[in-house]
């Protein structure tokens, strides 16, 4: 088995010339093509259509390659945009394709499994059965690569938020939680429980997003309106798989955690130097993944922060800005894929860092 990883810049969040090119050239084979991962220059937000656009684009693209209709292709592809493109961030995005015709390989390499929930109910969201349902579809991607849980350094999920009944006979006793935070909050929490990070006994409607001592330091969650299903991408070190590329993840504790960076480098054998890689070292990374959030108690390391106080700028294109500001500085890299809103993802104020790296 063997992943295969394409990096393309793009000019606008809907320019596959790049994926268009590769294809046409032989380089990359579209039945083979596993997930899409990728960053837009939107706000992040809502009401960021450039996810939209840069997915819509690519089914244009890939519909007619694999005979599915071009609306189709995130039942085929996994597909994850991220937007916000503050500070030094370069747009760009990743391509996963998998070649099972390959012998087994010795020793382990990087490899990713594509797995969906069951569809949820409303009254569902952002609760118990949700973690559960989580948790179930991670270790069945677990058993799939045939990996334990230290072997798992990703988790990339498109959080369900199924739509509320309009019809007032329908209402609940309790608030609904089909927003983006609470889907990211359980969906973070299903991964926690599915790798060992949390006790099952730990867990209960009332503790998410509001007990931060809980979370996975390996999850990564955005969320999408009206989706009745998550879809999720799990990447590992798997045995048997060619070691051309390799993952290694580490948690920043806070914003300016930049030892947790440097970690996950001396994993994967690359060395910083004078604080930064090499342009040879740099040239080495394929991937490169973080959670931000401004710290809601409103200090970083004892000094007190502005990010949530700033009526101009949104928290989130703060955060954002200094964690993929931070990694392009230390990588020498700038198409990084940083993501906000941290629910149960790594510690309070802080976030899981994930490097993909070709190996020598």
């Known amino acids: 088995m063997r992943t295969q990883v394409h990096r393309f810049f793009s000019s606008s969040p809907a320019d596959v010339s790049g994926l268009a090119g590769a294809v046409a050239a032989g380089e990359i084979q579209p039945q083979r093509i596993v997930a899409i991962l990728g960053k837009t220059e939107g706000n992040g937000a809502i009401n960021d259509f450039s996810r939209g656009l840069a997915i819509m684009a690519l089914g244009r693209l890939l519909g007619p390659l694999l005979d599915c209709p071009a609306e189709d292709i995130e039942d085929r592809v996994f597909l994850s945009f991220s937007g916000g493109t503050e500070g030094v961030t370069c747009p760009h995005y990743m391509v996963f394709s998998v070649d099972e015709t390959l012998a087994p390989a010795e020793a382990k390499g990087l490899a990713l499994a594509v797995g969906y929930t069951r569809s949820f109910a409303p009254e569902e969201a952002g609760r118990l059965p949700m973690i559960l349902e989580t948790a179930r579809v991670v270790r069945a991607l677990q058993a799939q690569l045939d990996v334990g ?3 798992v350094h990703l988790v990339q999920i498109k959080g369900a938020i199924p739509p ?3 019809d007032p006979g329908q209402n609940m006793t309790r608030e609904w939680r089909c927003d983006m935070a609470w889907s ?9 429980l599915a790798l060992g990070e949390v006790s099952a006994d730990a867990l209960d409607d009332e503790m998410i997003n509001r007990d931060w001592t809980q979370f996975s330091a390996r999850a990564s969650v955005s969320a999408k309106p009206a989706l ?5 991408c799990l990447f590992a070190n798997a045995p048997g798989w060619s070691r051309e590329f390799e993952i290694a993840h580490s948690t920043m504790r806070d914003i300016l955690d930049v030892g947790a960076i440097y970690g996950v480098l001396e994993g994967l054998g690359l060395r910083p ?3 930064q890689l090499p342009k040879e070292e740099a040239a080495r990374i394929c991937g490169a993944f973080a959670k931000s959030d401004a710290d809601p108690r409103g200090t970083v390391r004892g000094r007190r922060h502005t990010m949530w106080t700033d009526g101009d700028i949104s928290d989130m294109r703060h955060s954002r800005s ?3 500001s931070l990694l392009s500085g230390v990588l020498g890299e700038s198409a990084v894929y940083v993501s906000t809103r941290a629910e149960h993802q790594g510690p309070l104020g802080g976030g899981p860092v994930a490097i993909i790296a070709r190996q020598s």
């Open 322 to 324: 200094v964690v993929s």
């Open 164 to 166: 509320v009944p309009t």
């Open 184 to 192: 990211r909050g359980a969906s973070a929490l299903g991964v926690a």
């Open 228 to 232: 009745l299903r998550s879809e999720i």
């Open 149 to 151: 849980a230290h072997d």
């Open 273 to 275: 130097v004078h604080g």
